[in-house]
């Protein structure tokens, strides 16, 4: 919202109520957003093993950025120019210098994302972080280019590569022209090229908005239970089933069995495209999911369990030797990938809390008892109340995210507004029970 926006709404409501209107300046912010979409552009021969030889240098010089910032334990970008720069430039004679400078910066960023992860590691497994691998890139990447290496103007794009600069016209879809346009602030700002596994060149582009107006949603509180019978269930007590996502998955991992089993050339290459059908099928499912929780009105923060540790995700599938399979193939972190940028856009704020005992916790009483669980069944051995497990598990997400805010002062974070599973009085406030009876361990 810009100052001319606000100027003539403060003037009236200074009339009325200055608590409302500072409410209303709190809820609206401005921030940085990103989006992008790909595009697959006819190519001549020539081009495209243009573009493969732009890879292999471009992964060459990666390799070799990396390599001296690990050696020499830096992640600056100024050090590697003035060390690596001419040697790169030596081994990669015909790689353009504005892909030679994407190719740092990427190095850069993998490094230091290499080097949170090892020191994360390096606290639990000494021994698992000194041969953690080091990050690297293969001859056929992905390669960034910046505004100076590609240009969009209309419908033309030209991007540089070893050989010269192939000039494109692509057809960027309408929906996306309208949605993300200039007009609205919308900057192109590069794009991601590469070769995917049916020998197509694919061009994803960047688009930004410095400073998109976010109005915040102004609403309640809802936990998300993601599960592998259930995909998400709230805590209002509305499922998503994976009845469907089992079922393709059960009928591609016999079909995969089978074919795997014959080994034949065309029964590699049947299962190359079953990867994809597969894939393509997880990817929509959880865009429907997470457009549909992105777009309920009257939600303001969606709380989610922390799985990102693998101990987590044990716990939750437990130690069955099928569940443990399903989890093996379990997309929750595209899902939470997807609801993260879509609730952006809306106003929703998306929250992680500790995942340890939702599911074993009573959200009545708060409990711990591992005994209560029956299949999807909760049924409270110490207060009785009964409830469907994920609900549970979803309502103590909500709370443990609810108690957490409250011992960090953000006190007004929830109005009571009643409990979405049965078991509990509407009257009863919930700071108060929470406060009261303190949960146990978690
Ligand atoms: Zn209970």
Request: proline share 3%.
């Amino acid at each position: 919202m810009t100052a001319d926006a606000i100027s003539p709404v403060t003037f009236c409501l200074l009339q009325f109520n200055c608590v409302f209107l500072k409410e209303l300046l709190e809820t609206c912010y401005v921030t940085y957003m990103r989006r992008s979409i790909t595009v697959f552009p006819k190519l001549t021969d020539k081009e495209v093993s243009a573009i493969v030889e732009t890879g292999k240098q471009y992964a060459r010089a990666f390799n070799m950025a990396s390599e001296c910032l690990i050696n020499n334990s830096s992640t600056s970008k100024r050090f590697l120019h003035n060390v690596q720069y001419g040697r790169i430039k030596d081994e990669c004679p015909s790689l353009p210098t504005g892909l030679v400078q994407c190719a740092r910066d990427v190095a850069v960023e993998a490094v230091k994302t290499w080097n949170v992860k090892r020191t994360k590691l390096k606290q639990k497994h000494p021994k698992k972080a000194e041969r953690m691998k080091r990050p690297s890139m293969k001859e056929k990447c992905t390669m960034r280019y910046d505004v100076r290496t590609v240009t969009l103007r209309g419908s033309q794009l030209t991007f540089s590569t070893c050989d010269k600069r192939i000039k494109t016209i692509i057809t960027i879809p309408e929906f996306f022209g309208e949605r993300y346009s200039s007009s609205e602030g919308w900057k192109f700002k590069g794009a991601n090229i590469g070769i995917d596994k049916k020998r197509r060149v694919f061009v994803n582009l960047i688009y930004e908005c410095p400073d998109y107006e976010i109005v915040e949603n102004d609403g309640k509180i809802v936990g998300l239970d993601r599960g592998v019978y259930n995909i998400v269930t709230t805590s209002e007590g509305v499922h998503y089933g994976a009845k469907d996502a089992r079922r393709v998955k059960r009928k591609y991992n016999y079909v995969r069995s089978g074919l795997q089993e014959k080994g034949t050339r065309s029964a590699k290459r049947r299962l190359v495209s079953i990867s994809g059908c597969e894939k393509r099928f997880v990817h929509d499912q959880n865009h429907c999911i997470s457009k549909k929780l992105a777009n309920t009105d009257d939600v303001s923060v969606y709380v989610l369990e922390d799985l990102s540790s693998m101990n987590m995700l044990r716990l939750k599938g437990k130690s069955n030797k099928t569940m443990r399979k399903w989890i093996s193939n379990w997309s929750y972190s595209d899902l939470e990938f997807k609801l993260t940028y879509k609730c952006q856009k809306n106003g929703i704020k998306v929250e992680f809390v500790d995942a340890r005992y939702t599911s074993r916790k009573c959200s009545v009483c708060k409990t711990i008892d591992k005994a209560s669980r029956n299949g999807n069944r909760y049924t409270c051995r110490h207060c009785g109340s009964s409830m469907h497990a994920d609900v549970n598990a979803a309502i103590n997400i909500r709370d443990n995210y609810i108690t957490r805010a409250q011992k960090s002062g953000q006190a007004a974070v929830n109005q009571p507004y009643g409990w979405g599973a049965r078991g509990k009085p509407e009257t009863e406030p919930l700071g108060q029970t929470l406060t009261s009876k303190p949960s146990g361990s978690s």
